[in-house]
């Protein structure tokens, strides 16, 4: 018999998860003490929870695909670096305060259906920031999701430049 054997191998097996885990735990510290970018770590986190709201996984996929939504296609990294370099100043003012409003509330770790309502609370909201916040959210989701080329070739069929074309090919005279 080698229970003791089995032993130590089961406890180095335990072992070595509970050091997976701590590294892991220790690799979040790091990426939240050096992140470096034009949103914070916590911005980014908020603008990947947005999009999964607006664009929850469960789209089917093309040909058999595994389902798609706003986080599967990369379209949080898209509205990351988009309302980084091409929205003008005092729209990005708008978006760092109402992350800052959405952050008090603790939005990333709300449950979906709660998520929702904040969502549509914004859109009907009185604040004319609040407004555009919404606006810019939703319609830059939206964009970012459908000019994906999982949602674009995979799902819908696009095809950049449709039909064939053949050169060089007998084309037969007309009968007077």
């Known amino acids: 018999m080698q229970r003791r054997t089995s032993l130590k191998l089961l406890g180095a097996a335990g072992a070595g998860i509970?050091?997976?885990?701590?590294?892991?735990?220790?690799?979040q510290i790091l990426d939240r003490l050096t992140h470096a970018g034009f949103f914070t770590y916590d911005q980014e986190r908020l603008i990947t929870s947005l999009a999964e709201t607006l664009i929850p996984e469960g789209i089917p996929g093309g040909s058999g695909a595994a389902a798609i939504g706003a986080l599967s296609t990369g379209t949080d990294q898209f509205l990351i670096k988009f309302f980084?370099?091409?929205l003008?100043?005092?729209e990005q003012e708008i978006l760092i305060k109402e992350f800052k409003a959405l952050e008090k509330l603790?939005?990333?770790?709300?449950?979906k259906a709660e998520r929702e309502k904040i969502l549509l609370d914004y859109s009907t909201a009185e604040g004319e920031d609040q407004k555009k916040f919404y606006e810019l959210i939703r319609s830059n989701t939206i964009f970012g999701f459908t000019t994906a080329r999982e949602v674009m070739v995979d799902h819908l069929g696009y095809q950049v430049a449709p039909g064939f074309y053949?050169?060089?090919v007998e084309v037969p005279a007309e009968k007077a």
């Open 18 to 27: 509970a050091g997976l885990a701590l590294v892991d735990w220790k690799w």
């Open 84 to 86: 980084e370099k091409c």
């Open 88 to 90: 003008e100043k005092e």
């Open 106 to 111: 603790n939005f990333s770790s709300l449950s």
């Open 166 to 168: 053949s050169g060089c």
